[in-house]
């Protein structure tokens, strides 16, 4: 790849550190993030950038107390039973089932591509989340051009963009019903050059959210009020961390 697409390549990956980092936290980063900027979002306070000592409590097992994200067993995210929309689908009714929605939607979401975005965004957000679409795609060709491209059209030739969740911390809004979860997310993005090798400045550790409702037997993405004000605020992801696995944060992995 020539110096001016690695350079694009980092310049795109810096603009979502800035800017994907919040878009679809609040409507779907909520569900989001991906999707565009914090500044399209409500004000909201900031997760903690480091483990504190002022943590919530902790079991009183010692092995318990010691345990980390890095140590616990791995959830194994379900395996999708198809496909709609260019995004995986057919996910459980369960946890297991929203938490494998969301990490599926956020390494498959094109945030650089606002046709195939709106595509993914209309097969995946819940009809009670009106306007949410076109707010999302519109962060999308915001992004586009503050790294300059053309408002609308595809991922530039010759690069290719991965991410990657490392880990999710998973709460109910609705009680033991578990009709409407938030996710938390933490992440990498990557560049690919043309040649196959990975750009040396890719994101790293980047957090989002999404709100997912179970709606006519599957996972939607909400940015509804009601749900939004129940929002909550982890602690700050690290794999060994005692305070990052006593906030809930669990590592994850695709079953297979």
Known sequence: MSDSKTRKA????????????????????????????????????????????????????????????????????????????????GFSEGPVGAISTAVHFWEEYAFLDDQKARQQLEAIVSPDAGGYVDEQVSEVRELREKVGLPPSGGTPAGITFSTTVNAVRATSLTGTEGKVVQVWMNYDRYATQEDGSPDDEPLRDEDTDLLLKWQDGTWKITNEPEYEEKRSFPRAYFPDSNVSWADGWQQVRHAG
């Open 10 to 89: 980092r310049l795109t990956l810096a603009a979502l550190g800035i800017l994907v980092a919040g878009a679809l936290v609040g409507g779907g980063v909520t569900a989001a993030t991906v999707l565009g900027g914090d500044d399209a979002r409500p004000s909201r306070p900031s997760p903690s950038t480091s483990p504190t000592t002022a943590g919530p409590s902790t079991p009183s097992d010692g092995r318990q107390a010691a345990m980390t994200p890095d140590k616990a067993r791995k959830l194994v995210l379900e395996a999708p039973a198809g496909q709609t929309g260019g995004l995986s689908n």
